[in-house]
């Protein structure tokens, strides 16, 4: 069981990360700066500072925070002290963890525990995004933008800047040591990061559309996920019509997300209740005998049934 993203191995998507973040504050505070007239030099390096150290703790936050079950570690924590456990409060149990759940978690495959809440797990950060990190994920999203956004207005000043100056030889050679023979290659260079920043804010501009838009609906990505390829493999389209683009949402989501993997090819079973909808993957998840009937929610595993006034819930599935 990973503890969270921190935890060994590191993914080679986490250290790309943060080899960009460092190559990006690098460029901008020794390429950027320097040549920044009197006033925006002051602005640009205070923004940009804050909103990096703001990146960077973002990151921290999120990576760091273990999203697993509470249930999961009271149940676990009571095993290890030899102490009285109350599971008859609780309906489910994950026969990975062989603890009992919340109605609302799911098992990770990668990190191999129950997340509640469960909405995907990141390569970007290692780590599963769940209930107790979404909210630091979005605010990582936001700042990630906001950062990448004052790069590439400082890109654009300075092309700009070279363009329009009439000899803009001296200028650059004055404060960065450039000669006429390298002004080509800081050029090349200011674009290249220019345009790296525009490709990733724009991308990540994206996952906060596709965030807002599932949480207008009360989904996680799981949910849209499943429900998508269920439909799929139905040959049918998802039942509404938005403004997002269902084929271009499930690319998108499947290469950025970590869930291009299908969720499984093993049958469900109907859990024993009367008053729901309720689907459970049998090689996961099992009912306690006695288990309290479930009102009021309706949980997704491959198919999402949804009661008219519920919205569609994590099931346990091990998911890679």
Same mark, same amino acid.
């Given at each position: 069981?990973?503890?969270?993203?921190?935890?060994? /191995?590191?993914?080679?998507?986490?250290?790309?990360?943060?080899? *960009?973040?460092?190559?990006?504050?690098?460029?901008?505070?020794?390429?950027?700066?320097?040549?920044? /007239?009197?006033?925006? &030099? @002051?602005?640009?390096?205070?923004?940009?500072?804050?909103?990096?150290?703001?990146?960077?703790?973002?990151?921290?936050?999120?990576?760091?925070?273990?999203?697993?079950?509470?249930?999961?570690?009271? @149940?676990?924590?009571? =095993?290890?002290?030899? =102490?009285?456990?109350?599971?008859?409060?609780?309906? &489910?149990?994950?026969?990975?963890?062989?603890?009992?759940?919340?109605?609302?978690?799911?098992?990770?495959?990668?990190?191999?525990?129950?997340? @509640?809440? &469960?909405?995907?797990?990141?390569?970007?950060?290692?780590?599963?995004?769940?209930?107790?990190?979404?909210?630091? &994920?979005?605010?990582?999203?936001?700042?990630?933008?906001?950062?990448?956004?004052?790069?590439?207005?400082?890109?654009?000043?300075?092309?700009?800047?070279?363009?329009?100056?009439?000899? /803009?030889?001296?200028?650059?050679?004055?404060?960065?040591?450039?000669?006429?023979?390298? =002004?080509?290659?800081?050029?090349?260079?200011?674009? +290249?990061?220019?345009?790296?920043?525009?490709?990733?804010?724009? *991308?990540?501009?994206?996952?906060?559309?596709?965030?807002?838009?599932?949480?207008?609906?009360?989904?996680?990505?799981?949910?849209? +996920?499943?429900?998508?390829?269920?439909?799929?493999?139905?040959?049918?389209?998802?039942? @509404?019509?938005?403004?997002?683009?269902?084929?271009?949402?499930?690319?998108?989501?499947?290469?950025?997300?970590?869930?291009?993997?299908?969720?499984?090819?093993?049958?469900?079973?109907?859990?024993?209740?009367?008053?729901?909808?309720?689907?459970?993957?049998?090689?996961?998840?099992? +009912? /306690?005998?006695?288990?309290?009937?479930?009102?009021?929610?309706?949980?997704?595993?491959?198919?999402?049934?949804?009661?008219?006034?519920?919205?569609?819930?994590?099931?346990?599935?091990? +998911?890679?």
């Amino acid at each position: 069981m990973k503890k969270n993203g921190f935890s060994l /191995p590191l993914h080679p998507y986490q250290m790309l990360s943060w080899i *960009l973040l460092i190559l990006f504050s690098i460029s901008f505070y020794a390429l950027y700066l320097p040549i920044m /007239p009197s006033g925006l &030099f @002051e602005f640009y390096l205070l923004s940009f500072t804050i909103l990096y150290l703001l990146t960077i703790f973002w990151i921290y936050l999120t990576t760091h925070g273990d999203p697993t079950d509470p249930v999961v570690l009271q @149940e676990l924590l009571a =095993k290890k002290e030899n =102490k009285p456990f109350d599971s008859k409060k609780y309906s &489910f149990m994950c026969t990975a963890c062989k603890t009992h759940v919340s109605i609302n978690s799911k098992h990770c495959g990668t990190c191999d525990k129950c997340i @509640e809440g &469960f909405d995907h797990h990141c390569k970007w950060l290692n780590n599963c995004i769940g209930k107790k990190n979404y909210r630091a &994920f979005i605010y990582l999203l936001i700042t990630v933008v906001s950062l990448t956004l004052l790069e590439i207005s400082a890109g654009g000043y300075i092309l700009n800047e070279i363009k329009n100056d009439g000899d /803009p030889n001296d200028k650059i050679k004055s404060t960065l040591g450039i000669n006429n023979q390298k =002004k080509g290659a800081y050029i090349a260079l200011i674009i +290249v990061i220019t345009s790296a920043c525009s490709i990733i804010c724009l *991308l990540i501009m994206y996952l906060i559309g596709f965030h807002i838009w599932l949480r207008s609906k009360g989904w996680t990505t799981y949910d849209y +996920v499943i429900r998508y390829r269920e439909n799929k493999a139905k040959n049918k389209v998802l039942p @509404e019509k938005d403004s997002f683009d269902s084929t271009t949402i499930q690319n998108k989501s499947d290469k950025i997300l970590d869930l291009s993997e299908p969720p499984t090819s093993k049958r469900y079973h109907k859990a024993p209740t009367t008053d729901v909808s309720l689907y459970t993957f049998s090689s996961i998840i099992t +009912v /306690p005998s006695g288990s309290q009937t479930l009102r009021g929610s309706s949980i997704a595993t491959g198919y999402l049934s949804m009661t008219p006034n519920s919205s569609p819930q994590n099931e346990q599935q091990n +998911v890679n």
